[in-house]
């Protein structure tokens, strides 16, 4: 078992930056950021391999980084340019394997789940 605690959420207007952080218990290689807003199905936002390869939904490449920190376990999600669409409860999620690949952004993946933290953008 490994246990996910995310930090960093807030409200902010749109333009602004937040950061995620995402405190996990025990090291799994593909870790991941996904989020979902009310009514809608939860959806994959970036992901990281551990290697540094990392994958972006299309709706936030060029303004979200994701990024991990190895020796503490803990993996960022750095949001710029934030939009209103952008609201969301966001989740940090991960597992494990062996094999060397570009991280997936499809929720059927990830074994283990964050509580979530709450990502509010104003217009």
């Known amino acids: 078992q490994v246990q996910l605690v995310e930090s960093g959420g807030g409200s902010v207007q749109t333009g602004g930056s937040l950061r995620l952080s995402c405190a996990a218990s025990a090291w799994k290689r593909y870790m991941a950021w996904f989020r979902q807003a009310p009514g809608k199905g939860r959806e994959g936002v970036a992901a990281?391999?551990?290697?540094?390869?990392?994958n972006y939904a299309d709706s936030v490449k060029g303004r979200f980084t994701v990024s991990r920190e190895i020796a503490n376990n803990t993996l960022y999600l750095q949001m710029n340019s934030l939009k209103p669409e952008d609201t969301a409860m966001y989740y940090c999620?991960?597992?494990?394997?062996?094999?060397?690949?570009?991280?997936?952004?499809?929720?059927?993946?990830?074994?283990?789940w964050g509580q979530g933290t709450q990502v509010t953008v104003s217009s």
């Open positions: 990281e391999s551990g290697g540094g390869v990392t």
């Open positions: 999620a991960a597992y494990h394997s062996d094999w060397d690949y570009q991280p997936p952004l499809n929720r059927a993946a990830y074994d283990y």
